[in-house]
């Protein structure tokens, strides 16, 4: 479980860059465009691409934080259930273990 939530994590995170990217190139063309068309000045066209690209560079900042806050809140996760395992009585972990082998068959059966 705790390697899918891993997963998913670098696969959001990856996804915000990706993002992140391609609104960026993106975004140089249309300056570009316009800077071309004398819409803007060459300084104006500047401007607006810096900003452009803080704002890029504080969505990139704000999905890592993001990814990071859900990977802590896994792994406090993840602890606490390791705790409760910990605390349990043998006829309980028989009970847990039959519990996770009859999960584990049905996975296999409906793949």
Request: glycine residues 8%; proline residues 0%.
């Amino acid at each position: 479980m705790e390697m899918k939530i891993g997963e998913g994590l670098k696969k959001f995170l990856l996804m915000g860059i990706g993002a992140a990217a391609v609104t960026a190139e993106k975004s140089q063309q249309v300056v570009d465009e316009l800077v071309k068309r004398g819409e803007r000045t060459v300084e104006q066209g500047k401007e607006l691409n810096q900003e452009l690209k803080r704002n890029v560079k504080k969505s990139i900042d704000d999905a890592a934080a993001a990814a990071q806050e859900q990977r802590a809140e896994a792994e406090k996760k993840g602890e606490g259930i390791e705790k409760q395992i910990a605390e349990m009585s043998a006829e309980e972990l028989e009970k847990l273990k039959a519990f996770i082998s009859k999960a584990e068959e049905s996975i296999k059966s409906g793949e």
